[in-house]
């Protein structure tokens, strides 16, 4: 089998025995009635070696790696996105090379979420979205839905707003704001035509917009020639000081995008993999681990590119403290000049690719939450455009308001920043409850030495985010009656997050009797 473009297994694949079809996945009992991330016909075919017993893991093929390659470069466009970018510029601005190491832990932290996220949907066969709707009752998977909704908005505004500031470097300002605005919203239909022609051919377009990420940042990273041994430094020896904290804080708490946590376990159900062979669902974690680390790696090299260039050219200077996302080019062009291509326009290239990379991935997000958790079964170009909508009406009404100067989008970028660290509970405690349940993973839950280290890690990222939401509301919360709305909404959010990690300690869940009905009540079962 020679295909790495989705085909219909059942023209390539000798009849199943009766035995073999009645080896259902989870979801498969409700097919007719529920949401699913990708349609048989939409997988991507993985060669299969049937003499081997189900058990069995198969022997590494670095074929079968080329095949599986893809979710994971998705999934870490999310560290890539405009917000990223402008989190890592000033960090090296404000606190030079000193973050470097910081950076790397945060990304090893990121990866360990993200594979609990694949090991979730490979062994499930369905994404968290899907399985929230089921495990939570129904007030508390409406809240959730509402909140992922929330952080994807807030998302999309930053990656849509960061296209339009790269159109407008693009076109010497003749764009506006605004109109940066529209044409970034296409995209939305870009995707639906890229969609339409096979999984590959969206991710080929990514590697294409990741690739541009990385010679562009590559290319200033050489015109700038930051300091060798400072960097090394940088990523060996653990440096923190008190004027750097809120940029320590903004490293480590950009790493988790909600959304993507959702996304990471709806990708890799592209794959054609049945949850109910162990060895197969084995052989897609072990490919998974390996193409995810080596996307996140990736990412970990362009956003040290960014750091670096700008903790060599303005750390120390007047205009380190003022440097965001708008002027970053400008000053860049001040500093390093024209040239044959001049480093204005190389910054805006890779800026439109990340923010044009992430805002698609924000569709493909979007859908999947919403067809997760309502269980929508509407046409794709249907809930595409309704999820783009969602967020592109609010971002066009951000444009119109804060394009008056720089300062008003760094204050609508804190304000952004902090929606989405609200959000970050939301995706981590359900997620590290489904992944740690034997009801829902089987043999694949995660043992108790990884559990132990994932809620460390997602308790560290929580009380990091909640560190940089008091000191926002401390600097920004003004007069009693707002104050009194925001200590209200805090005690509600507080308790909410308290249910849900009481609930991920209770061992009775509704999965098994759910599923245990629906094959029961399956027809020739």
């Not at 996307?295 to 060599?312: D, E, G, P, Q």
């Not at 910054?347 to 044009?356: D, E, K, M, N, S």
């Not at 809930?383 to 971002?395: D, E, K, W």
């Amino acid at each position: 089998m020679n295909s790495a473009e989705p085909q219909d297994d059942t023209e390539l694949s000798p009849k199943p025995s009766d035995e073999e079809a009645n080896r259902l996945l989870p979801s498969s009992a409700s097919t007719d009635d529920e949401e699913a991330a990708f349609d048989s016909r939409e997988k991507i075919l993985i060669d299969d070696v049937d003499s081997l017993d189900v058990g069995q893991v198969p022997p590494f093929s670095w074929k079968k790696l080329w095949l599986f390659t893809g979710p994971g470069f998705l999934m870490s466009i999310a560290f890539l996105d405009p917000g990223n970018l402008e989190g890592d510029l000033q960090s090296g601005a404000i606190a030079g090379y000193s973050l470097l190491w910081l950076l790397m832990w945060a990304t090893i932290m990121g990866l360990l979420i993200q594979l609990l996220s694949a090991r979730l949907g490979v062994a499930t066969g369905r994404h968290l979205a899907e399985l929230c709707r089921d495990e939570y009752p129904n007030w508390a998977r409406y809240v959730l839905w509402f909140m992922a909704e929330v952080a994807l908005i807030g998302a999309d505004i930053q990656e849509v707003i960061g296209s339009a500031i790269a159109i407008q470097i693009l076109s010497n300002g003749v764009l506006p704001l605004w109109a940066g605005v529209l044409i970034t919203a296409s995209d939305c239909f870009v995707f639906l035509f890229l969609e339409h022609y096979g999984v590959r051919k969206l991710e080929a377009v990514f590697a294409v917009l990741i690739a541009t990420m990385a010679l562009s940042f590559a290319w200033m990273f050489g015109d700038t020639q930051p300091n060798g041994k400072e960097l090394l430094l940088g990523i060996l020896v653990p440096r923190l000081s008190s004027k750097t904290i809120r940029q320590a804080v903004g490293v480590v708490g950009c790493v988790i995008m909600p959304h993507n946590v959702f996304l990471h376990s709806a990708l890799v159900q592209s794959r054609n993999v049945d949850p109910n062979k162990k060895g197969r669902v084995q052989e897609a974690l072990n490919y998974y681990s390996i193409e995810s680390s080596i996307a996140l790696l990736v990412s970990f090299m362009i956003n040290l590119f960014v750091t670096t260039v700008f903790a060599k050219a303005f750390y120390g200077t007047t205009q380190a403290d003022s440097i965001g996302l708008v002027n970053a080019g400008q000053y860049l062009q001040e500093k390093y000049g024209g040239g044959h291509l001049p480093i204005l326009y190389i910054w805006g290239i890779g800026l439109l690719a990340a923010g044009q990379s992430s805002t698609i991935t924000g569709t493909y997000a979007g859908q999947f939450i919403m067809g997760g958790f309502l269980n929508l079964r509407l046409k794709k170009w249907l809930r595409a455009l309704i999820t783009r909508s969602c967020a592109i009406v609010p971002t066009i009404i951000v444009a119109l308001i804060f394009n008056t100067s720089e300062s008003s989008l760094d204050i609508l970028n804190e304000w952004l920043n902090v929606l989405q660290s609200i959000q970050i509970p939301f995706a981590l405690i359900p997620l590290l409850t489904l992944v740690a349940k034997e009801q829902i993973m089987g043999v694949f839950k995660i043992g108790p030495f990884l559990e132990r280290i994932a809620w460390t890690v997602a308790a560290l990222v929580i009380v990091i985010n909640g560190y940089l939401l008091l000191d926002f509301f401390f600097s920004e919360v003004k007069g009693l009656l707002f104050g009194f709305l925001v200590c209200a909404a805090t005690a509600a959010y507080v308790a909410f997050i308290i249910y849900l990690v009481t609930r991920s300690s209770d061992l009775s869940s509704t999965w098994l009797s759910l599923e245990m009905s629906k094959r029961f009540t399956y027809p020739g079962n």
